[in-house]
């Protein structure tokens, strides 16, 4: 691994999803990330996909109508706990997808020497469009985000899987 500053790509592909909780949209985003691969026949084992969360209470765990919305769908998130994004994990992964404009602010500015590596979610598929909190956590609102999400990773999925081996 190296660390700030670094010129080299790590030895493994890897992709950190970053959004503000780390409750929803990055661990469906991550989850998703990794059903992709599987479904590409891809060696997952050999795959860095963590997510992580820039305003975060440590080890919450997924709202239950996530995890049920999750599991409709073929994705496992009972097991997973959140954590704050911090320079180890940014410095441990290739690429740094974020959901919104004001995370990839914050993290450049916090941390600008990740910039290189750091982009919207929608960027993958030239596009603007954020990834939004749902107003009101039910059923619906997280179908129509794993909708989003799922449709944005598909259409970027060249440009992540390019990235996430460190070809900048």
């Known amino acids: 691994m190296f660390e700030a500053g670094r010129t080299a790509p790590l030895n493994r592909p890897s992709v950190l999803f970053v959004c503000m909780a780390n409750r929803i949209r990055s661990p469906l985003a991550a989850a998703l990330f990794r059903n992709y691969l599987l479904r590409e026949g891809l060696p997952i084992q050999r795959w860095r996909v963590h997510s992580a969360g820039t305003w975060v209470q440590e080890g919450a765990t997924c709202p239950e109508v996530v995890i049920q919305a999750g599991f409709s769908r ?31 602010e914050a993290l450049n500015h916090v941390f600008p020497h990740h910039s290189e590596r750091l982009f919207l979610l929608g960027e993958m598929s030239n596009s603007d469009e954020e990834v939004k909190d749902p107003p009101v956590i039910t059923s619906s609102n997280i179908d129509l985000l794993l909708n989003q999400i799922s449709l944005l990773i598909l259409k ?13």
């Open 74 to 104: 073929g994705l496992d998130l009972s097991k997973h706990r959140s954590q704050k994004v911090n320079e180890g994990l940014l410095s441990s992964h290739n690429l740094i997808l974020v959901m919104e404009h004001s995370q990839k």
């Open 156 to 168: 970027g999925l060249p440009r992540i899987l390019l990235l996430a081996h460190g070809n900048l």
